[in-house]
Nanobody
Framework: VQLVESGGGSVQEGGSLTLSCTPS????????MGWFRQVPGKEREAVASIYARGGGTPIYADSVKGRFTISGDNTKNQWYLQMNSLKPEDTALYYC?????????????????WGQGTQVTVS
């Protein structure tokens, strides 16, 4: 299974971006999809997670609550991270990932498949 992110770029503070993630290959529908980010020299940070089948409550890091929205369509096999009111501290390499057991959804070690990342720069 490969995950491909897109939608990163450069934006001014206060602006918005929407990241997309497209898995290729089969992932059992009970998985969770997560978004993480990493700045060079720092540990990877969980941003948000959502249960692929829907019906659950998305989880967000405190730093992005109220500004970011995770969503997706399992039938279309595409996932999104809508980012509003962006701040310079949101600058990072953003990754999408799939957690096939949907346990510990905000722990990166629980995730089985990862994308290559897409850069987001806020100035």
């Amino acid at each position: 299974v490969q995950l491909v992110e897109s939608g990163g770029g450069s934006v001014q503070e206060g602006g918005s971006l929407t990241l997309s993630c497209t898995p290729s290959g089969h992932i059992d529908s009970s998985y969770c999809m997560g978004w993480f980010r990493q700045v060079p020299g720092k540990e990877r940070e969980a941003v948000a997670s959502i249960y692929a089948r829907g019906g659950g409550t998305p989880i967000y890091a405190d730093s992005v609550k109220g500004r970011f929205t995770i969503s997706g369509d399992n039938t279309k096999n595409q996932w999104y991270l809508q980012m509003n009111s962006l701040k310079p501290e949101d600058t990072a390499l953003y990754y999408c990932a799939a957690n096939t057991r949907c346990v510990a959804p905000m722990e990166d070690t629980s995730y089985d498949y990862w994308g290559q990342g897409t850069q987001v720069t806020v100035s």
